[in-house]
């Protein structure tokens, strides 16, 4: 699957959640989360992968897997802090000519906003 089929898919997932219907979504996250891991560590695919594990936890949120959910919110926090270092290169600061550092700033804050929520 190549990361044009993942970001359809992703948004497959999305709908899915927006329609409450979390159980498709939360299977359609996990499949999404499993073939982005074997793709390995490249920055576009990190990007993908925060995404589908922030999904994922609030899929699992809305079938009411707290474990499951608070599981997935701390793997997108952490990749998403580990892409925005990527993004951010040797500069580590607030990049204004780009949106990709504020991507995952703010992907950062929403996950600790639903892990707080969640009392974790």
């Known amino acids: 699957m190549n990361l044009n089929e993942i970001a359809a898919k992703i948004g497959d997932a999305w709908k899915a959640h927006v329609e409450r ?7 359609n996250f996990q499949q999404l989360v499993t073939e ?5 560590s490249a920055e576009e695919t990190l990007h993908h992968l925060v ?3 922030y999904g994922l936890g609030l ?3 809305g079938i ?6 608070i599981e997935a919110f701390n793997k997108s926090l952490t990749l998403s802090d580990k892409t925005l270092l990527l993004v951010q290169g040797d500069n580590a600061q ?4 780009s949106e990709e550092d504020d ?18």
Request: no cysteine; proline share 0%; glycine share 8%.
């Open 94 to 97: 607030n990049n204004l000519q």
């Open 103 to 120: 991507r995952f700033m703010m992907l950062s804050k929403m996950v600790k906003q639903r892990l707080a929520e969640m009392g974790s």
């Open 36 to 40: 982005l891991e074997k793709m390995g």
């Open 51 to 53: 995404d589908a594990y």
């Open 64 to 69: 009411g897997d707290r474990a499951g959910a």
């Open 21 to 27: 219907d979390n159980k498709t979504a939360e299977r």
């Open 59 to 61: 899929a699992r949120r």
